[in-house]
């Protein structure tokens, strides 16, 4: 499954946007999905999980009650909708789909990774 995020952009403090994933060669309804972020020098960090039918999510503390995962399966696409925005929200975000149906914080779980979409927030 090759995904593709978009939805990036450079955006001030308390802001919001929405990042989306989507697979334009196959349908990944059947697969949990997580979103993944790099910023500049730093290692790669799990920010949310979501499963095949939307029914569990999970978050990484720092985006707990700011951002909130969803996926409409019906077009393939997989959304972060980011509130609240922070400067340390800055980074190169990334989708993933999962080898199973369920989201995971562990990235060895995915198998199938998009080209990322650059978030910047300026304070």
């Known amino acids: 499954v090759q995904l593709q995020a978009s939805g990036g952009g450079l955006v001030q403090a308390g802001a919001f946007l929405r990042l989306s994933c989507t697979s334009s060669r196959r349908t990944f309804s059947n697969n949990g999905v997580g979103w993944f972020r790099q910023a500049p020098g730093k290692a790669r960090e799990f920010v949310a999980a979501i499963s095949w039918k939307g029914h569990l999510t999970s978050y990484a503390d720092s985006v707990k009650g700011r951002f909130t995962i969803s996926r409409d399966n019906a077009k393939n696409t997989v959304y972060l909708q980011m509130n609240s925005l922070k400067p340390e929200d800055t980074a190169v975000y990334y989708c993933?789909?999962?080898?199973?149906?369920?989201?995971?914080?562990?990235?060895?779980?995915?198998?199938?990774w998009g080209q990322g979409t650059l978030v910047t927030v300026s304070s």
């Open positions: 993933a789909a999962a080898r199973g149906s369920l989201g995971s914080s562990y990235s060895s779980l995915y198998s199938s």
